[in-house]
């Protein structure tokens, strides 16, 4: 399994949002390759974080790597915790260029984020049903994996089919590998997809769309409005984050430029049948992560490439709560309780834990 330092991908938002596949460079990927990863090894401490899937308050699943370097592919490892990260143990890994991790429970996990032999993005994903175990490479339609996330005993997959002009969304019981596209619905990828889950509930959007489903089974498609100047190529629909099964927040974004985007916040209390314009938020960078602790629907989480903002008022006001790094990306930044949250900072490679709901955010040692 390969990895690097420097993620591609496009930003999508998500109760887990998530913008973390790897530029690995062809001539390296094509000479090299790396045995999987046992388990019970001894983590080092040179180990880098890059991609990370909580599905309990303590307990999740990191990928990274040893000895990483800028453009230089490394030795990938699957490292897990049940106990907050003060301890961590090796589990197995498949031997593929997957970038992305994502676990809905200790048994269940996924491994996407695959990269071609030009570095360009192909079709792919590894299931695992054993805790690492053992591995199966499935292909949801010859597409490309966009993002995941998993609730509730269904795991849900957004996917860009060959040709790369629009996402559709797969859903499978977690617990085994029967996937299937929901519905015929899919969004432009223009300014990417959105997927959140909350309990039975997710939502699935992008652009000027938003379908839900609060069952799981039936979907419905609900009016969404972005202000004036956010639709079609102009931008649309870029994140959505699930404070539970009935509020939610959207944020809308104009085409980026110059290292930025407009944003502004919606509201939704019917769980997305109705929403309404909160605030243009005042922040610069281009989103690549947004989310808010389940309960606690007056927190937000918002990640840019230069930092990791916070909001305890609605979006009212923002804080910082995370340092200007010059520059980084955000693989999954996820709450698992009303106060327990992760994110990884790809770069400079940190895995971060919050205790309360974001307001505060420490690295956690391998």
């Not at 690097?4 to 001539?27: E, K, M, N």
């Not at 790396?34 to 899937?53: D, I, L, T």
């Not at 002009?165 to 977690?174: G, I, V, Y």
């Not at 985007?261 to 309404?276: E, I």
Request: proline share 6%; net charge neutral.
């Amino acid at each position: 399994m390969l990895i690097s330092d420097f993620p591609y991908g496009r930003l999508i938002g998500a109760a887990a949002l998530a913008c973390a596949a790897a530029l690995i460079p062809a001539a390296a990927m094509a000479a090299t390759t790396f045995p999987a990863a046992s388990a019970g090894a001894a983590v080092p401490a040179g180990f880098r974080p890059s991609s990370a899937s909580f599905y309990a308050p303590a307990s999740g699943v990191v990928l990274g790597g040893v000895g990483c370097l800028p453009a230089k592919p490394c030795t990938a490892r699957l490292v897990a915790t049940t106990d907050g990260g003060a301890r961590w143990r090796f589990l197995n890994a498949p031997d593929a260029p997957v970038t992305v991790v994502m676990f809905a429970s200790s048994q269940d996990g996924w491994l996407y984020g695959q990269t071609g032999q030009y570095g360009e993005r192909v079709g792919g994903l590894w299931a695992t049903h054993d805790g690492g175990g053992h591995w199966r490479e499935l292909s949801l339609g010859g597409g490309v994996i966009e993002s995941m996330a998993a609730s509730a005993g269904i795991a849900y997959a957004v996917v860009s089919p060959p040709g790369g002009l629009t996402d559709e969304l797969f859903a499978s019981p977690a617990g085994r590998n029967a996937w299937a596209r929901v519905g015929d619905f899919s969004v432009s990828t223009y300014t990417g997809s959105a997927l959140a889950v909350s309990g039975r509930s997710a939502w699935f959007g992008g652009g000027t769309s938003l379908w839900a489903t609060a069952d799981g089974i039936y979907w419905h498609r609900y009016a969404l409005r972005c202000p004036a100047g956010y639709s079609g190529n102009a931008g649309g629909l870029a994140g959505i984050a699930a404070a539970s099964a009935s509020h939610l927040w959207l944020v809308c974004v104009t085409s980026p430029g110059a290292g930025s985007q407009g944003k502004d916040l919606l509201l939704s209390v019917n769980g997305g049948r109705t929403t309404r314009l909160v605030e243009t938020i005042p922040l610069g960078g281009e989103v690549g992560g947004f989310a808010a602790p389940p309960g606690r629907p007056e927190v937000i989480i918002l990640a840019t490439e230069f930092t990791l903002d916070r909001s305890a008022n609605g979006g009212q006001t923002w804080t910082r709560v995370f340092p200007d790094t010059g520059g980084t990306s955000w693989s999954p930044v996820s709450y698992l309780s009303p106060n327990v949250g992760w994110a990884v900072a790809v770069q400079p490679g940190l895995l971060l834990r919050t205790t309360d709901a974001g307001a505060t955010w420490h690295t956690v040692s391998f």
